[in-house]
Structure formats: C-alpha cells, structure tokens
C-alpha cells in the first residue's frame, strides 16, 4: 500500500487492510508463477 495510504482513508474505513494485503500478495504471486511459466523463466 502506498504510503500515508490509511491515513487518507475516511473515518469509518472498517476494511481488513492485513487481508486485503494478503489477498494482494498471493495474486501477485500467481502471476509471477504464471509469467515464468509461460516465459520459459525469463524476465
């Protein structure tokens, strides 16, 4: 998240901001599996 990213949220933001970070986490772990996959490892 970028930072300050919360503070500039409303009052009232009842997100679970750890599992949205998490849930962010493992999509981007998916694609970087998907991409060295279908890339033959290369960057």
Do not use: C, F, H, N
Request: aromatic share 6%; net charge neutral; glycine share 14%.
């Amino acid at each position: 998240m970028m930072p300050r990213g919360r503070e500039l949220m409303p009052k009232g933001d009842y997100r679970d901001w750890a599992e949205i970070e998490e849930w962010g986490g493992s999509i981007s772990s998916q694609l970087r599996k998907v991409e060295a996959a279908t890339s033959g490892g290369k960057s």
